[in-house]
C-alpha cells in the first residue's frame, strides 16, 4: 500500500499571549482551580488578525520549502475552521490567492467543531490513496480564534466565561499531506470512529459560543473510550498501554486531557494511581507543552498536540503515535501513526518553540483594550480598515520581529464591501 501522512507541517501561534495565571488573578478567580487546568498561556487574536491570516502565515513557511514543480502538485487546499468569515465564499479561496498555488486545486472549507482538523487530515489521505492523480499533495490547515461577544450588561455568552476564557486560544496549523509521510505516517485503516448527537457545545451567533460545560466533558470522555473500542476491534492485538508509544488528544484544555487518560487507564488497565500518574507524564506529557501554551484553537488543537509530541518526545527508534480527536456536537475518532527520528528534525526546523517565544505579551491593561475592541472585525464586517495603532507597542513589536527575521507576515489591512484584502509586513 502507498505509504500515505504529514510531510512537512507548522503551527502559527499568532503575534500576542496572555499569561493565564495572571488573568487569573486579575479576574479575581480562585487560582487553585486554575492549576486544574494546566495552561499557562493563551494565544490573542489582534484586530487585524483573522483565521484566514492565521491561515497563510502557518501554511507560507511549509509552501516556501517547496520547489515551483512541488508547489503546482497541491491539487488539494482544504480550511478547517469553526470560525468562518462567510456563509458561502470559503476562505480557502483567500488562501490559495495569497500563497500563489496552482489554479488546478479544488478548494473548500468544512466545519465539524473542533473534529474538523481531523477530517481534513483524513480527506487528504484518502485522495493521496485513490491515486486519482499520483504524485498529487493535499494543503490541510485547521485555524480559529476566540472572540468573546460581550453584551452590553457585560455579561458573556459563553458556557462559563470565568473558566472558559482562559482556554480560549487562537492561531492555525499547517500540514502538507503527500505519499512522503517524513513527519508522520498514518497507519491505513486503523481508525475508530464514534459520534451521537449531544448539544454541549456550539456557535449559534457567529462570534461566541455556548453550550453546556459538564456535558461536553461527559461526552467527550464517552467518545474517547468509545472510539477507542471501535479501533480495538479494527486492529488487532491493541493494547492501549503498550501499542502507542505516545498519546495526543484534542485539548480543550491540559486537565480535561489528564481527566480522560486517567478514565481510560482505568478502564482499559490495571495499573495503580502511582504509575497512571508517571505514565501520564511519559507518553501525554509532551503533546500538551504547546497546548498550554496557545490555548484551545479547535480543530488544529489535536494537531498541536501531535506536533509537540514529535518536537519535544524521544524518537531514537520509530514510535507510534495514537491520536484522539473530539468535535463537539459530536464526532471523534481514534487513529495512529508513526514517527521517526528523522521527521523530528525535520520539524524542529521549523522553530515552532523559538515562533512561540517571540510573541508579545500582552499585559491586563492592553488585553482588555483588545477585548473592547474586538468587535471591530467580526463576521459580517462590511467595511472596516483595522486599527494597528490600537496597540501601537504590539504593533511594533510585529515589524521589529518580522524585520529582524529577515521574514514576512499577511495581516487584515482592509474590508471593503465585505471584501477582505491582506497586507504583507516584513
Known amino acids: 500500500m502507498t505509504p ?11 503575534s500576542t499571549f496572555v499569561d493565564v495565571m495572571e488573568l487569573a488573578a486579575y479576574r479575581q478567580l480562585d487560582t487553585a482551580r486554575f492549576d486544574n487546568l494546566l495552561m499557562k498561556h493563551k494565544s490573542v487574536a489582534l484586530p487585524y488578525e483573522d483565521p484566514v491570516s492565521f491561515a497563510i502565515n502557518a501554511a507560507k513557511p511549509v509552501i516556501d520549502q517547496l520547489s515551483e514543480a512541488e508547489k503546482d502538485r497541491i491539487e488539494l487546499l482544504i480550511t478547517c475552521s469553526e470560525s468562518g468569515i462567510d456563509f458561502g465564499k470559503s ?5 490559495h490567492h495569497y500563497l500563489g498555488l496552482n489554479r488546478n486545486c479544488r478548494l473548500f472549507e468544512l466545519k ?33 480564534l476566540s472572540r468573546f461577544l460581550v453584551t452590553e ?32 505516517q498514518l497507519d491505513v485503516g486503523a481508525n475508530g470512529y464514534y459520534s451521537f448527537e449531544v448539544f454541549d457545545t456550539c456557535r449559534p451567533i457567529p462570534d461566541s459560543e455556548a453550550g453546556n460545560a459538564d ?58 494511581r502511582d504509575e497512571i500518574n508517571q505514565d501520564f507524564h511519559q507518553r501525554v506529557q509532551p503533546g500538551l507543552t504547546y497546548c498550554q501554551r496557545v490555548g484551545n484553537i479547535m480543530g488544529a488543537t489535536v494537531l498541536v498536540s501531535l506536533a509537540s509530541t514529535i518536537e519535544q518526545g524521544v524518537f531514537d527508534v520509530p514510535k507510534r503515535i495514537g491520536c484522539f480527536s473530539y468535535g463537539s456536537g ?66 511594533q513589536s510585529i515589524i521589529d520581529n518580522t524585520t529582524g527575521k529577515g521574514t514576512k507576515r499577511i495581516f487584515l489591512k482592509e474590508i471593503k464591501e465585505f471584501y477582505r484584502q491582506y497586507e504583507w509586513v516584513g
Request: glycine fraction near 10%.
Open 4 to 14: 500515505v501522512g504529514i510531510e512537512a507541517m507548522n503551527l502559527y501561534g499568532g
Open 91 to 95: 476562505m480557502s479561496t483567500y488562501i
Open 112 to 144: 465539524q467543531a473542533c473534529y474538523s482538523g481531523t477530517a481534513g487530515l483524513q480527506m487528504a489521505v484518502n485522495f493521496i490513496l485513490s491515486q486519482v492523480s499520483p504524485g498529487a499533495k493535499a494543503l490541510v490547515i485547521a485555524t480559529d
Open 153 to 184: 450588561d457585560g455579561d458573556a455568552l459563553t458556557m462559563d466565561w470565568a473558566f472558559f476564557e482562559p482556554s480560549g486560544g487562537a492561531g492555525a496549523v499547517a500540514l502538507l499531506v503527500s505519499e512522503k509521510p517524513e513527519i508522520f
Open 215 to 272: 456535558l461536553s466533558l461527559l461526552s467527550y470522555l464517552d467518545c474517547c473510550d468509545q472510539s477507542f473500542q471501535e479501533y480495538q476491534k479494527r486492529v488487532t492485538g491493541t493494547d492501549y498501554r503498550t501499542t502507542f508509544q505516545y498519546l495526543c488528544f484534542h485539548t480543550p484544555f491540559g486537565g480535561m486531557v489528564k481527566g480522560a487518560h486517567r478514565n481510560m487507564m482505568r478502564k482499559h488497565t490495571d495499573i495503580k
Open 330 to 395: 459530536c464526532c471523534s475518532e481514534f487513529y495512529s501513526g508513526v514517527a521517526m527520528a528523522s521527521g523530528q528534525q525535520k520539524l524542529k526546523a521549523m522553530q515552532l518553540e523559538k515562533n512561540l517565544d517571540s510573541r508579545y505579551q500582552l499585559s491586563m491593561g492592553e488585553y482588555e483594550t483588545l477585548l473592547e475592541g474586538s468587535n471591530e472585525v467580526k463576521f459580517g464586517t462590511r467595511n472596516v480598515v483595522p486599527n494597528t495603532g490600537l496597540l501601537p507597542g504590539v504593533w
